[in-house]
């Protein structure tokens, strides 16, 4: 008997130490309203390099990188704890789904007010 109960035992815990640690996450409004100036950051760094006679999708990265960190900044977060939590939520994408849901129409509010 005490033998099964040894191998449970030992099954048990290699089991419980082999499991994978969630990270945690930011959470979903917390996470829109970042995602929100993330987007806004990549629009303002695009409008730098504006050539009104055509239309340019090309960044600016040094003031995308001022951006960025102002962004982390403003929301008290570091780099590492976006992109973690940015791979969480691409794991879970349904959750980024609805973030991105109440998202879309907030930035549209934005652009038509801006048009």
Excluded at 31 to 53: P, R, V
Excluded at 76 to 96: A, G, H
Aim: net charge negative; with cysteine.
């Amino acid at each position: 008997m005490s033998r099964k109960l040894f191998a449970f035992c030992s099954l048990f815990i290699l089991l419980f130490s082999c499991r994978q640690k969630e990270t945690a996450h930011i959470a979903p409004q917390q996470m829109q309203q970042i995602l929100f100036d993330i987007h806004l950051a990549e629009s303002y760094s695009t409008a730098l390099h504006s050539d009104s006679t055509k239309r340019n999708t090309e960044r600016n990265l040094d003031s995308l990188a001022v951006f960025y960190r102002s962004v982390f900044q403003h929301h008290n977060i570091t780099q590492q704890q976006f992109e973690e939590s940015l791979d969480w939520y691409k794991q879970n994408p349904e959750d980024l789904d609805s973030i991105y849901a109440r998202l879309i129409p907030e930035m549209g509010k934005l652009e038509a007010k801006y048009d």
